[in-house]
């Protein structure tokens, strides 16, 4: 059982930047690939970015430009740099392990763990 522990949420005024933390129970990183989703109120749960263990990345077209996934393996912590963001990015983040190899699927169902999600405001 693989647990997630999401920190480095909070208040942003737009164009300001903030760093996502997941820390991970194991390793995690040479058989999942990591991902980060965020939920607005009312929303369904979207895809953000994903790695794998080879560091390929994968970003939605939203924050593509923007946002920076990355590992420390020495750490398992896997971090989502969001820079220049925006009211729209306001939502949960929520990271999340899927055992794909190294498919970097952008799919909730494909997730087998989530952590408990941080909040992420940013106002206008």
């Known amino acids: 059982q693989v647990q997630l522990v999401e920190s480095g949420g909070g208040l942003v005024q737009a164009g300001g930047s903030l760093r996502l933390s997941c820390a991970a129970s194991e390793r995690t990183f040479s058989s999942y690939v990591m991902g980060w989703f965020r939920q607005a109120p009312g929303k369904e749960r979207d895809f953000v970015a994903a790695i794998n263990r080879y560091s390929g990345k994968r970003y939605s077209d939203s924050v593509k430009d923007r946002f920076i996934i990355y590992t420390d393996s020495a750490k398992n912590s896997v971090y989502l740099q969001m820079n220049s963001l925006k009211p729209e990015d306001t939502a949960v983040y929520y990271c999340?392990?899927?055992?794909?190899?190294?498919?970097?699927?952008?799919?909730?169902?494909?997730?087998?763990?989530w952590g408990q999600g941080t909040q992420v405001t940013v106002s206008s």
């Open positions: 999340a392990a899927a055992p794909k190899g190294v498919e970097l699927t952008a799919k909730l169902s494909d997730y087998a763990y």
